[in-house]
């Protein structure tokens, strides 16, 4: 190889879905895998992070309902795509808290890491599913809840896609700006560990800050609870994520990032449907449930089955929120709240939908 | 939510389309579901075949609910 | 800003010509008062809609600020303005929308 030949632009692919290619909204959510020699959307801003060092040669495209309902397929088709180009690099997102986008992106960048050998990285918010999904396996660069924080998040995704793809010293999570990996890298320090320990016991007796060298993960699993019985004599409740409300929607629960959860009274309501039933969730195309609410929430066939003897009796009331991009912390809270009700008013099992 | 209804002594099925999203939500009985925007139903049928297809999965659910399981279980439609 | 808006303003202002356009934004909150001024002078920073990598440099104002409210009728202002004056953050609006102005705007 001569001395001063300069090294071609490095390549990259993006993987954005149909919101941020401009494509459309939930009604387009079942976009099929497309790919565009442009830059699009989060692309732009992308493209002006690496100045003359990368560029953008092909945009993934796909609809996030798409790939969360065929992802094996979708994946195929994408990882073809991808393959053409031959990338030095791939970057999917950044997806923030759109948790299908998420995990299609977590899922997407681990399969052209592992399958085609590029390397690959994402970025979106610590909440999303697709964090705790991925983050072991992929980097992900740790973005703001919203699509506000795009800059934000491109200042730290550049950087660390160049050193990737150049193979360089990649930092600690806090330097870097990537999600906690759970990887253990041993390093030298002047301080013996006892020494360290003494020092870290002595803050913390004081009352002082101090940071852990080995933050323990978070593993809250919760085991099962023994099965039901007799599932003739049972009380069954109905709990759900996908937003449904009575028409309306009186409490007026949010359409995402919910504030709130509902208690709704179905007592003689035997069929859902545009009369008496809706959604108030802003995360998918809302035509479907508004069209027939027991497509979220099964309320007519559950009827059926009580008045069948199949089910003891289904619960008169049911719990709804919306799960589109609902804290964690709030998700938990309702549902503490609302358990003791369920346990309080004797229901036997819970039949929880989501979307 | 599904944690916290089964901490409460609950026990609960989560029907869901995205079953990785269950899983790592902590869901034990999971039945995976149609599609996003209907997960209990399917506007490309016959109102009477989408309802008979309903019940069929919370047939399913019913089921989930009084098997035993150690871990998290995945119960796919038949 | 929704994409639609995005749409229009970018729609109007190929048909108009930039410099003949003023945008006055409406928004209750700094933050979101901040992002619609962004997108109409610098381009849209959440890279989502039309204006994404597209910096018009629009003039944009908020009603609340001295340059809005000092030229038109006082009475008309009080009537439709003064109560939601006196709710919100008018301070921080003006501050967010200001500083988008004087960094982007080109007219």
């Known amino acids: 190889m001569r001395g001063g030949e300069q090294m071609g632009k490095i390549k990259v692919v993006h993987y954005i879905n149909q919101f941020f290619a401009g494509i459309g909204g939930e009604e387009k959510a079942d976009h099929r895998p497309e790919v565009r020699e442009e830059v699009l959307g989060p692309g732009l801003a992308l493209k002006a992070g690496f100045k003359d060092e990368a560029e953008i040669v092909a945009t993934v495209i796909c609809g996030d309902s798409y790939f969360g309902e065929n992802i094996e397929e979708a994946k195929k088709e994408v990882l073809e795509m991808v393959k053409k180009y031959n990338p030095d690099l791939f970057i999917a997102g950044p997806a923030f808290n759109a948790g299908r986008y998420g995990v299609a992106c977590g899922t997407i960048a681990d399969a052209v890491q592992n399958e085609l050998g590029i390397p690959s990285l994402t970025a979106m918010y610590e909440e999303n599913p697709g964090a705790d999904m991925f983050k072991k396996a992929v980097y992900i660069v740790s973005t703001k809840d919203s699509a506000a924080g795009m800059r934000d998040a491109v200042k730290k995704i550049v950087p660390l896609a160049l050193k990737l793809v150049k193979g360089e010293e990649i930092g600690s999570p806090a330097e870097e700006g990537y999600l906690e990996r759970g990887i253990r890298k041993n390093y030298f320090t002047d301080k013996r560990g006892s020494e360290r320990a003494v020092d870290m016991l002595i803050k913390k007796l004081k009352g002082e800050e101090f940071e852990t060298e080995f933050p323990m993960p978070d593993f809250d699993r919760v085991p099962p609870n023994p099965a039901v019985k007799d599932i003739t004599k049972a009380t069954i409740a109905i709990v759900t994520s996908g937003g449904a409300v009575p028409k309306g929607n009186p409490d007026h629960i949010e359409s995402s990032s919910a504030q709130k959860y509902g208690k709704y009274d179905i007592e003689g309501i035997f069929d859902l449907n545009p009369e008496n039933g809706e959604t108030a969730h802003g995360g998918y195309d809302p035509v479907y449930a508004n069209d027939d609410l027991d497509r979220v929430i099964p309320v007519d066939v559950l009827r059926e089955l009580e008045k069948e003897g199949k089910i003891g009796k289904l619960h008169r009331y049911y719990y709804s929120t919306v799960g589109n991009g609902t804290a964690v912390a709030n998700a938990k809270k309702f549902a503490e709240e609302f358990s003791k009700e369920l346990v309080a008013d004797g229901v036997d099992a819970v039949i929880l939908t989501s979307t | 939510m599904v944690k916290e209804v089964e901490r409460a002594g609950i026990p609960v099925v989560h029907m869901c389309t995205v079953v990785p999203i269950s899983l790592t939500v902590g869901a034990n009985r999971i039945v995976p579901t149609i599609a996003i925007p209907h997960p209990l139903g399917d506007p490309k049928l016959e109102p009477h075949e989408e309802k008979a297809l309903r019940r069929k999965l919370v047939e399913r659910a019913l089921e989930a609910l009084e098997t035993e399981v150690e871990g998290q279980t995945v119960f796919e439609m038949k | ?107």
Not at chain 3, 32 to 48: H, I, K, M, N, R
Not at chain 3, 54 to 76: A, I, Q, R, T, W
């Open chain 3, 1 to 107: 800003m929704d994409l639609e808006n995005q749409r229009r303003v970018k729609e109007l202002t190929e048909k108009y010509g930039a410099e003949n356009m003023i945008v006055l934004i409406g928004g209750a909150e700094a933050e979101s008062a901040g992002l619609a001024a962004e997108t109409v002078t610098a381009g849209d920073p959440t890279f989502a809609g039309p204006l994404a990598g597209v910096p018009l440099g629009l003039k944009v104002y908020h009603p609340v600020e001295p340059e809005f409210k000092e030229s038109v009728d006082p009475d008309v202002y009080d009537e439709q303005i003064g109560m939601m004056e006196m709710v919100l953050d008018v301070d921080s609006i003006i501050e967010e929308v200001k500083a988008m102005r004087d960094e982007h705007t080109k007219y």
